[in-house]
């Protein structure tokens, strides 16, 4: 039960992509945002150019299909944060460090990153996400490598540890397929209501 229980909670971000179209607040797409752009509660669709950061916070909802190269003010995404309940589906682009917080949970099943920290605990249950090829996968020190699935590339990824919290290898979840994840989508969605009503 404990090995099923992470699919169940990362997944649940999934199910607003399954069943119905998503209305975004904002879209990224032509031109590069400077500055810090934030997110509280609301959705955002990146599918081009880049930011200098993005930084979600509450219960938003983040896509990153694609962007340009990683280039100060041209593209790419150099500070990419997901904090209290934020979630994020990263099938493309390339960004700089991706930073995770509190209850946020991320899914990556393509591009770029090329640091990741984690500032969580993942004795319960894992909040990153990666759809890859599972014999690919090296953890040689801080690096970690392998294939995205489907003919997605690889990835090279330093992985920054942050003291007081587990290790961002041990907050990972690799799965082999995303059909897998949307299978559970529904009983995480229920499993996270019950939670935030607990602590709510």
Not at 60 to 81: A, C, D, H, R
Not at 100 to 116: C, K, M, N, P, Q
């Amino acid at each position: 039960m404990k090995k099923i229980l992470p699919l169940f909670l990362l997944s649940i971000f999934l199910v607003s992509v399954s069943f119905g179209e998503i209305i975004f607040d904002y879209t990224i797409s032509g031109t590069y945002v400077g500055g810090i752009f934030q997110l509280n509660s609301e959705s955002l669709l990146v599918t081009g150019a880049g930011a200098d950061q993005i930084d979600a916070k509450g219960e938003s909802y983040i896509e990153v299909q694609n962007t340009l190269p990683l280039e100060e003010f041209v593209g790419g995404i150099y500070g990419l944060i997901l904090d209290d309940l934020s979630t994020m589906n990263y099938y493309g682009g390339e960004t700089n460090i991706f930073s995770i917080y509190d209850d946020a949970e991320a899914l990556f099943s393509g591009g770029r990153i090329d640091y990741i920290r984690s500032y969580q605990d993942s004795d319960i249950f894992k909040h990153i996400t990666f759809v890859v090829d599972l014999d690919s996968i090296d953890l040689t020190g801080d690096l970690l490598t392998g294939d995205w699935l489907g003919g997605g590339g690889s990835f090279s990824i330093t992985l920054l540890d942050q003291a007081g919290y587990d290790s961002v290898y041990s907050n990972i979840n690799f799965v082999p397929e995303p059909a897998t994840l949307l299978l559970l989508a529904l009983g995480g969605l229920v499993l996270r209501r019950h939670r935030q009503k607990k602590n709510g």
